[in-house]
């Protein structure tokens, strides 16, 4: 799985209520929950954000709530990867959970700047950063996880392998 | 921290005791355990897109053990909308149909707080639920913790869910409360000594507070979450020990390996508020300067309950909120409101000015009854001033004590409850 997009930068400590606010969770359409996105801290991100881009941020990603909304949204709105320093817990679980792939790699973090385009390998953990050549080493996905975000998360993954137990 | 320099034959701490006794067998930090789910707690605000989970897309209509599972309506309750209204009429459905008779409608009162009370979640269970304050049963030393629709729907499909076992923190509490200071005092220190991250996927268990109350120890299990933490424990000891049946195994044990021990002196801390727009901007109440506030907020699972409530009535006795305050006091459950009436507690709250609401979440998350506007400032005894969080993105949110909360009543502005 190769996914190459350009990069929203934001700082650390991204939470959920900035992530998805709470006034909007009477809703899981997702087109609704794109439209808020990041609403109250980046008025730009709904409306400019494009399928395949990758948001970078710092550490503890997604704190907060444990609301599935939050990594929903940012699905939904077409973002293919966040790349952080770390991710709060539930989130981190949450994100996998509905096949959002999410890297962990504070030095490829650092090295990057709104706007620059990564290109991410998530079976090889790599992240290039296509503005300077650099290339930054995450933790690879095993084998199953893949399968997993390929599947759409971790229901209808669960879902096909109950089915393929017949 | 290396853990498998850990021996095995070495003591545990209180999150390896309960999840070797829930997996049948002795583990450490660091491992991976399937266990069953002793309590599961689904709310108003997941439980529909948890109940499409399971039908929808696992094709699951028939839950594992509706005897296991608690649902709760607190988040937005009574509803304030139709669109609401007609998800909670589903869950009501889904509810009955599915046979849960832990079931517990509107003005109940917060899904944490009733469980507790309903002794739906007992010492050394594993409790999860749809809510990232689920870290409050380590208040009765259950392994609690919160996760989100997916993992909910496989836990009521199969009656498990797979964790890590999480390193430990130790917070070795000394030395008693100093005049109007009180247990949001020592969560909120620990917000601003370990950050928002200080705890991620870590345990915290909070030693020296044998003499706290429940009320109290339920303060510094549920704010854990806040420092990112998986669950705060509290070894069940004085009130807990005797209110509960808590197992011989379930006992603080000398070997106990801790990542780190943090030490808070009670002798010197004073009252703590948190700046917006994060929980670890932390300030001490007497250095925050002039800070005028619309709204006092006095509830929640984290200070909403009866301790709480006669903190705030002892303090407002015979006296009216200042010009251009609101109070708005919401109860955490419906016997504390029920409590509180009768005891005497509510007259005074409401001689003082005070506004009361249905028992449950209230504006916490920013979905009813009191979500505040536009460059309002609100000072609340809840657990989380992220921008946006009770209402409009530029209103501003401090957190603090019941004692902070009183003194801000009476004053207009944020005030040390020392000075009192």
Not at chain 1, 45 to 57: C, D, L, M, S, T
């Amino acid at each position: 799985m190769n996914i190459l997009g350009r990069v929203w930068k934001y700082g650390d400590n991204v939470d959920t209520d900035a992530i998805i606010p709470a006034r909007y969770l009477n809703t899981t359409i997702e087109s609704e929950l794109a439209s808020h996105c990041m609403e109250d801290i980046d008025a730009a991100f709904a409306k400019g954000v494009r399928p395949g881009e990758i948001i970078v941020a710092g550490a503890n990603f997604g704190c907060g709530s444990s609301r599935e909304h939050a990594p929903l949204a940012i699905k939904a709105s077409g973002i293919a990867c966040v790349v952080a320093k770390s991710f709060a817990r539930i989130f981190y679980r949450n994100a996998l959970n509905i096949g959002l792939p999410i890297l962990e790699c504070a030095p490829a973090v650092e090295a990057t700047e709104a706007s620059q385009t990564l290109e991410v390998n998530l079976a090889q953990g790599t992240i290039r950063n296509t503005s300077t050549g650099k290339v930054y080493q995450a933790t690879p996905f095993p084998p199953f996880m893949l399968e997993l975000i390929a599947a759409g998360g971790l229901v209808p993954y669960t879902k096909h392998k109950l089915a393929e137990k017949g | 921290m290396d853990t498998s320099m850990h021996h095995p034959s070495a003591g545990q701490t209180l999150s390896e005791l309960i999840l070797s006794h829930a997996a049948g067998q002795q583990v450490h930090a660091g491992d991976l355990v399937i266990v069953p789910v002793d309590r599961c707690m689904t709310h108003d605000s997941l439980t529909p897109e948890i109940i499409d989970a399971l039908e929808k897309n696992l094709g699951v209509n028939r839950i594992y053990d509706p005897e296991r599972v608690a649902v709760v309506m607190d988040h937005v309750a009574p509803a304030a909308s139709v669109q609401t209204a007609n998800a909670q009429v589903r869950t009501r459905r889904w509810v009955a149909q599915q046979g849960i008779r832990h079931f517990y409608d509107v003005g109940a009162g917060v899904c944490h707080q009733v469980l507790i009370e309903e002794r739906l979640v007992l010492p050394g269970q594993v409790a999860i639920g749809s809510d990232s304050h689920a870290t409050s049963y380590g208040a009765i030393g259950a392994f609690g913790t919160g996760m989100g629709t997916g993992d909910l729907a496989l836990i009521l499909a199969s009656g498990r869910t797979w964790l890590r076992v999480p390193e430990t923190i130790r917070v070795q509490v000394v030395g008693r409360f100093r005049k109007n200071v009180s247990p949001k005092d020592i969560s909120l220190y620990l917000c601003g000594m370990l950050g928002l991250d200080g705890a991620t996927y870590q345990a915290v268990e909070f030693h020296g507070v044998d003499w706290l109350s429940l009320d109290g120890r339920e303060v510094l299990a549920g704010m854990s979450t806040e420092i990112g933490a998986k669950v705060g424990i509290v070894p069940p000891s004085g009130e807990i020990a005797s209110r509960y049946n808590v197992p011989e195994w379930l006992r603080v044990q000398p070997g106990a390996h801790y990542v780190r021990t943090i030490e808070v002196d009670l002798n010197t801390l004073g009252s703590q508020v948190a700046v917006p727009p994060e929980v670890d901007h932390i300030a001490p109440a007497s250095e925050l300067g002039d800070v005028k506030v619309d709204q006092v907020f006095v509830g929640t699972c984290t200070n909403g309950r009866l301790e709480d409530l006669h903190i705030l009535a002892e303090l407002l006795k015979g006296h009216k909120l200042a010009a251009g305050v609101r109070l708005l006091v919401i109860p955490a459950s419906h016997r504390i409101l029920q409590a509180a009436a009768e005891d005497g507690t509510l007259s005074i709250l409401l001689a003082a000015g005070a506004t009361l609401g249905t028992p449950g979440c209230g504006p916490c998350i920013g979905r009813h009854m009191g979500v505040i506007g536009a460059d309002e400032v609100c000072l609340s005894t809840a657990n989380r001033n992220f921008r946006g969080r009770m209402g409009d993105p530029n209103a501003r949110i401090y957190l603090a004590s019941p004692e902070v909360a009183a003194a801000t009543a009476l004053r207009g502005s944020i005030s040390d409850p020392a000075n009192l």
